[in-house]
Protein backbone atom coordinates (compact mmCIF):
# COMPACT_ATOMS: atom_id res chain seq x y z
CA UNK A 1 0.00 0.00 0.00
CA UNK A 2 1.00 3.38 -0.52
CA UNK A 3 0.60 6.20 2.07
CA UNK A 4 1.41 10.28 2.31
CA UNK A 5 2.06 10.03 5.95
CA UNK A 6 3.01 6.49 6.79
CA UNK A 7 5.90 4.85 6.37
CA UNK A 8 5.71 0.85 7.20
CA UNK A 9 8.71 -1.89 6.84
CA UNK A 10 8.95 -5.69 8.34
CA UNK A 11 12.11 -6.77 10.07
CA UNK A 12 12.37 -10.08 11.90
CA UNK A 13 8.84 -10.60 12.10
CA UNK A 14 8.34 -7.18 13.62
CA UNK A 15 6.18 -4.69 11.90
CA UNK A 16 7.68 -1.07 12.32
CA UNK A 17 4.93 1.76 11.32
CA UNK A 18 6.40 5.27 11.39
CA UNK A 19 4.20 8.76 11.04
CA UNK A 20 5.81 10.30 8.53
CA UNK A 21 4.78 13.78 8.62
CA UNK A 22 7.47 15.69 10.23
CA UNK A 23 7.05 19.43 8.93
CA UNK A 24 3.93 19.36 11.26
CA UNK A 25 5.56 17.10 13.60
CA UNK A 26 3.24 14.29 12.82
CA UNK A 27 0.32 15.79 13.88
CA UNK A 28 -3.49 13.95 12.93
CA UNK A 29 -5.42 14.99 10.75
CA UNK A 30 -8.09 13.56 9.10
CA UNK A 31 -5.99 12.07 6.43
CA UNK A 32 -3.58 10.75 8.79
CA UNK A 33 -6.40 9.17 10.56
CA UNK A 34 -7.21 7.58 7.35
CA UNK A 35 -4.23 6.07 6.47
CA UNK A 36 -3.78 4.45 9.64
CA UNK A 37 -7.18 2.79 9.51
CA UNK A 38 -6.52 1.51 5.70
CA UNK A 39 -3.43 0.07 7.81
CA UNK A 40 -4.64 -1.36 10.43
CA UNK A 41 -7.44 -2.70 8.15
CA UNK A 42 -4.83 -4.06 5.55
CA UNK A 43 -2.93 -5.70 8.54
CA UNK A 44 -5.86 -7.45 10.03
CA UNK A 45 -6.65 -8.98 7.17
CA UNK A 46 -3.29 -11.17 6.59
CA UNK A 47 -1.71 -10.71 10.07
CA UNK A 48 1.95 -12.10 9.10
CA UNK A 49 3.91 -9.97 12.01
CA UNK A 50 4.17 -11.16 15.77
CA UNK A 51 4.53 -7.60 16.94
CA UNK A 52 4.19 -3.90 15.54
CA UNK A 53 6.14 -1.15 17.04
CA UNK A 54 4.58 2.54 16.20
CA UNK A 55 7.46 5.27 16.38
CA UNK A 56 7.58 9.06 14.53
CA UNK A 57 9.66 10.46 11.93
CA UNK A 58 11.66 13.38 13.13
CA UNK A 59 11.56 15.42 16.65
CA UNK A 60 8.42 14.12 17.05
CA UNK A 61 6.41 11.00 18.30
CA UNK A 62 3.25 12.47 17.85
CA UNK A 63 2.45 16.49 18.37
CA UNK A 64 -0.97 15.98 18.92
CA UNK A 65 -3.75 16.20 16.68
CA UNK A 66 -3.41 19.20 13.82
CA UNK A 67 -4.55 22.62 15.71
CA UNK A 68 -4.53 24.63 12.66
CA UNK A 69 -7.20 22.00 11.64
CA UNK A 70 -9.22 23.94 15.39
CA UNK A 71 -9.20 26.82 13.92
CA UNK A 72 -13.25 26.65 11.54
CA UNK A 73 -14.12 23.25 13.11
CA UNK A 74 -17.79 23.15 13.90
CA UNK A 75 -18.75 20.91 16.57
CA UNK A 76 -20.20 18.29 14.19
CA UNK A 77 -16.76 18.20 13.33
CA UNK A 78 -14.95 18.41 16.22
CA UNK A 79 -17.19 14.98 17.35
CA UNK A 80 -16.69 13.33 14.10
CA UNK A 81 -13.28 13.75 14.41
CA UNK A 82 -13.07 12.67 17.86
CA UNK A 83 -14.89 9.80 17.19
CA UNK A 84 -12.33 9.21 14.30
CA UNK A 85 -9.52 9.08 16.69
CA UNK A 86 -11.32 6.91 19.08
CA UNK A 87 -12.18 4.26 15.90
CA UNK A 88 -8.78 3.93 14.79
CA UNK A 89 -7.32 3.91 18.53
CA UNK A 90 -9.71 0.86 19.26
CA UNK A 91 -8.57 -0.54 16.24
CA UNK A 92 -4.75 -0.88 17.54
CA UNK A 93 -6.26 -2.41 20.89
CA UNK A 94 -8.43 -4.51 18.67
CA UNK A 95 -5.04 -6.30 16.82
CA UNK A 96 -4.04 -9.50 18.01
CA UNK A 97 -0.33 -8.98 18.27
CA UNK A 98 1.16 -6.54 21.21
CA UNK A 99 1.98 -2.89 19.84
CA UNK A 100 4.34 -1.31 21.19
CA UNK A 101 4.92 2.86 20.72
CA UNK A 102 8.57 3.66 20.31
CA UNK A 103 8.40 7.46 21.87
CA UNK A 104 11.53 9.14 19.99
CA UNK A 105 10.09 12.28 20.71
CA UNK A 106 7.47 14.55 22.10
CA UNK A 107 4.34 13.00 22.70
CA UNK A 108 1.53 15.59 23.17
CA UNK A 109 -1.87 15.63 22.96
CA UNK A 110 -3.61 13.40 20.60
CA UNK A 111 0.42 12.01 20.61
CA UNK A 112 0.61 11.14 23.92
CA UNK A 113 -3.56 9.24 23.56
CA UNK A 114 -2.27 7.29 20.43
CA UNK A 115 0.72 5.87 22.72
CA UNK A 116 -1.56 5.31 25.51
CA UNK A 117 -3.68 3.10 22.89
CA UNK A 118 -0.54 1.00 22.36
CA UNK A 119 0.18 -2.09 24.74
CA UNK A 120 3.60 -1.07 26.16
CA UNK A 121 4.81 2.43 26.02
CA UNK A 122 9.33 3.14 25.47
CA UNK A 123 10.17 6.21 25.25
CA UNK A 124 13.29 8.45 24.60
CA UNK A 125 14.47 10.09 27.93
CA UNK A 126 15.12 13.39 27.14
CA UNK A 127 11.58 14.11 25.48
CA UNK A 128 8.37 15.68 26.83
CA UNK A 129 5.09 14.24 27.20
CA UNK A 130 1.66 15.49 27.76
CA UNK A 131 -1.82 16.38 27.32
CA UNK A 132 -1.69 19.78 26.83
CA UNK A 133 -5.20 20.38 25.71
CA UNK A 134 -6.33 22.98 28.64
CA UNK A 135 -4.14 25.23 27.62
CA UNK A 136 -5.32 25.28 24.00
CA UNK A 137 -9.04 25.73 25.61
CA UNK A 138 -9.82 22.38 24.68
CA UNK A 139 -9.80 18.84 26.32
CA UNK A 140 -8.19 15.55 25.47
CA UNK A 141 -10.92 13.61 22.79
CA UNK A 142 -9.11 10.74 21.98
CA UNK A 143 -9.93 8.60 25.19
CA UNK A 144 -7.16 10.60 26.52
CA UNK A 145 -9.64 11.39 30.27
CA UNK A 146 -10.80 7.93 29.92
CA UNK A 147 -7.12 6.08 29.41
CA UNK A 148 -4.86 8.59 31.73
CA UNK A 149 -7.29 7.97 34.74
CA UNK A 150 -7.19 4.13 34.38
CA UNK A 151 -3.54 3.72 33.64
CA UNK A 152 -2.06 6.13 36.26
CA UNK A 153 -4.71 6.77 38.67
CA UNK A 154 -6.96 10.21 39.35
CA UNK A 155 -4.42 12.43 40.93
CA UNK A 156 -2.10 11.80 38.07
CA UNK A 157 -4.57 11.69 35.65
CA UNK A 158 -5.65 15.85 36.70
CA UNK A 159 -1.89 16.73 37.16
CA UNK A 160 -1.17 16.12 33.81
CA UNK A 161 -4.06 17.50 32.61
CA UNK A 162 -4.08 20.32 34.36
CA UNK A 163 -0.53 21.00 34.49
CA UNK A 164 -1.16 20.73 30.48
CA UNK A 165 2.43 21.98 29.69
CA UNK A 166 3.98 18.21 29.29
CA UNK A 167 6.10 16.11 31.58
CA UNK A 168 9.77 15.22 31.10
CA UNK A 169 9.84 11.18 29.92
CA UNK A 170 11.48 10.44 33.39
CA UNK A 171 9.08 11.77 35.05
CA UNK A 172 6.52 10.26 33.20
CA UNK A 173 8.53 6.63 33.46
CA UNK A 174 7.88 7.72 37.84
CA UNK A 175 3.95 8.25 36.93
CA UNK A 176 3.68 4.76 35.46
CA UNK A 177 2.52 6.51 31.73
CA UNK A 178 5.45 4.90 30.22
CA UNK A 179 7.20 1.45 30.96
CA UNK A 180 10.78 2.03 29.63
CA UNK A 181 13.17 4.79 29.02
CA UNK A 182 15.87 4.80 26.64
CA UNK A 183 18.99 7.03 25.36
CA UNK A 184 17.62 9.38 22.34
CA UNK A 185 19.63 7.18 19.90
CA UNK A 186 18.55 3.83 21.45
CA UNK A 187 15.02 3.97 21.42
CA UNK A 188 14.59 1.59 17.99
CA UNK A 189 17.39 -0.58 19.35
CA UNK A 190 15.66 -0.76 22.58
CA UNK A 191 12.09 -1.52 21.48
CA UNK A 192 12.77 -3.72 18.74
CA UNK A 193 14.87 -5.95 21.56
CA UNK A 194 11.97 -5.25 23.74
CA UNK A 195 9.58 -7.04 20.76
CA UNK A 196 11.54 -9.79 20.30
CA UNK A 197 11.73 -10.75 23.86
CA UNK A 198 8.48 -10.60 24.30
CA UNK A 199 7.43 -12.08 20.89
CA UNK A 200 9.64 -15.49 22.57
CA UNK A 201 6.40 -16.12 23.68
CA UNK A 202 3.15 -17.91 23.06
CA UNK A 203 1.49 -15.39 20.23
CA UNK A 204 -1.72 -17.42 22.10
CA UNK A 205 -0.51 -16.46 25.50
CA UNK A 206 -0.11 -12.66 23.93
CA UNK A 207 -2.97 -12.53 22.59
CA UNK A 208 -5.21 -13.58 25.80
CA UNK A 209 -3.12 -11.90 27.80
CA UNK A 210 -3.94 -8.17 25.84
CA UNK A 211 -7.46 -9.23 25.47
CA UNK A 212 -8.33 -10.14 29.52
CA UNK A 213 -6.37 -7.04 30.63
CA UNK A 214 -8.02 -4.74 28.22
CA UNK A 215 -11.45 -6.48 29.24
CA UNK A 216 -10.62 -6.92 32.61
CA UNK A 217 -9.26 -2.91 33.64
CA UNK A 218 -13.45 -2.32 32.49
CA UNK A 219 -14.56 -5.04 35.11
CA UNK A 220 -15.43 -5.25 38.76
CA UNK A 221 -12.78 -7.61 40.05
CA UNK A 222 -15.25 -9.73 40.88
CA UNK A 223 -15.95 -9.68 36.82
CA UNK A 224 -12.21 -10.26 36.37
CA UNK A 225 -11.05 -12.43 38.40
CA UNK A 226 -14.13 -14.74 36.81
CA UNK A 227 -12.60 -13.98 33.44
CA UNK A 228 -9.09 -14.74 33.70
CA UNK A 229 -10.46 -18.65 35.35
CA UNK A 230 -12.83 -18.88 32.35
CA UNK A 231 -9.56 -18.12 29.74
CA UNK A 232 -7.25 -20.33 32.26
CA UNK A 233 -9.57 -23.25 31.67
CA UNK A 234 -10.21 -22.81 28.14
CA UNK A 235 -6.35 -23.34 27.74
CA UNK A 236 -6.52 -27.18 28.68
CA UNK A 237 -8.93 -28.18 25.68
CA UNK A 238 -7.50 -30.97 23.55
CA UNK A 239 -6.76 -28.42 20.57
CA UNK A 240 -4.80 -25.66 22.58
CA UNK A 241 -1.59 -26.45 20.50
CA UNK A 242 0.96 -23.63 21.89
CA UNK A 243 -0.19 -24.45 25.57
CA UNK A 244 0.44 -28.16 24.61
CA UNK A 245 3.97 -27.31 23.12
CA UNK A 246 5.14 -25.09 25.36
CA UNK A 247 4.52 -27.09 28.50
CA UNK A 248 6.28 -30.06 26.42
CA UNK A 249 9.22 -27.82 25.56
CA UNK A 250 10.01 -27.14 28.94
CA UNK A 251 9.80 -31.07 29.85
CA UNK A 252 12.01 -31.82 26.92
CA UNK A 253 14.33 -28.79 27.96
CA UNK A 254 14.17 -27.26 24.55
CA UNK A 255 12.60 -24.32 22.71
CA UNK A 256 9.10 -23.96 22.29
CA UNK A 257 8.52 -24.22 18.40
CA UNK A 258 5.28 -21.61 17.83
CA UNK A 259 3.47 -22.28 14.68
N1 LIG B 1 -0.74 20.69 15.04
C1 LIG B 1 -0.36 21.32 13.89
N2 LIG B 1 0.90 21.72 13.65
C2 LIG B 1 1.81 21.48 14.60
C3 LIG B 1 1.48 20.84 15.81
C4 LIG B 1 0.14 20.43 16.01
N3 LIG B 1 -0.27 19.77 17.11
N4 LIG B 1 2.60 20.77 16.58
C5 LIG B 1 3.59 21.35 15.85
N5 LIG B 1 3.11 21.78 14.67
C6 LIG B 1 3.84 22.45 13.61
C7 LIG B 1 4.21 23.88 13.99
O1 LIG B 1 3.12 24.74 13.76
C8 LIG B 1 5.37 24.12 13.07
O2 LIG B 1 4.87 24.38 11.78
P1 LIG B 1 5.40 25.65 10.92
O3 LIG B 1 6.86 25.34 10.71
O4 LIG B 1 4.58 25.61 9.70
O5 LIG B 1 5.21 26.84 11.80
C9 LIG B 1 6.07 22.77 13.00
O6 LIG B 1 5.09 21.81 13.41
C10 LIG B 1 7.25 22.65 13.94
O7 LIG B 1 6.80 22.98 15.25
P2 LIG B 1 7.50 24.06 16.17
O8 LIG B 1 8.22 25.09 15.33
O9 LIG B 1 6.51 24.58 17.14
O10 LIG B 1 8.61 23.16 16.90
P3 LIG B 1 9.28 23.45 18.31
O11 LIG B 1 10.39 22.45 18.43
O12 LIG B 1 9.60 24.88 18.47
O13 LIG B 1 8.15 23.09 19.39
C11 LIG B 1 6.41 21.73 20.35
C12 LIG B 1 7.72 21.78 19.52
C13 LIG B 1 6.69 22.17 21.78
C14 LIG B 1 5.92 20.29 20.32
C15 LIG B 1 5.36 22.69 19.72
O14 LIG B 1 5.29 22.44 18.33
C16 LIG B 1 3.98 22.53 20.29
O15 LIG B 1 3.71 23.01 21.36
N6 LIG B 1 3.07 21.88 19.53
C17 LIG B 1 1.70 21.72 19.92
C18 LIG B 1 1.54 20.68 20.98
C19 LIG B 1 0.10 20.56 21.44
O16 LIG B 1 -0.44 21.48 22.03
N7 LIG B 1 -0.51 19.42 21.16
C20 LIG B 1 -1.88 19.15 21.53
C21 LIG B 1 -2.77 19.44 20.38
S1 LIG B 1 -4.48 19.32 20.83
C22 LIG B 1 -4.82 17.69 20.75
O17 LIG B 1 -3.99 16.87 20.48
C23 LIG B 1 -6.23 17.34 21.06
C24 LIG B 1 -6.52 15.88 20.83
C25 LIG B 1 -7.97 15.59 20.94
C26 LIG B 1 -8.70 16.05 19.73
C27 LIG B 1 -10.12 15.76 19.86
C28 LIG B 1 -10.86 15.90 18.56
C29 LIG B 1 -11.75 17.08 18.44
Redesign the pocket.
Known amino acids: MNFSYLIYEEREEIGILTLNRP ?3 N ?1 LNNDVFDELQAFLDSLKESINIRALIITGAG ?2 FV ?6 AFQNMTQQE ?1 YD ?2 EK ?1 KSVFRHIADLPIPVIAAING ?1 A ?3 GL ?1 LALACDIRIANKETRLGL ?2 A ?2 G ?1 I ?3 NGTVEALKQVGLGHAMYLMMLAGGIKATEAFDLGLVQKLADADQIMIEAMDLAKKITKNSPNSLHLLKRILREGKEMTRTEAEALESKEFGKLFQADQAERIEGVNAFIEKRKPNWK
Open positions: NALAKAAGADIKGFAGFLGGEPESLLPGF
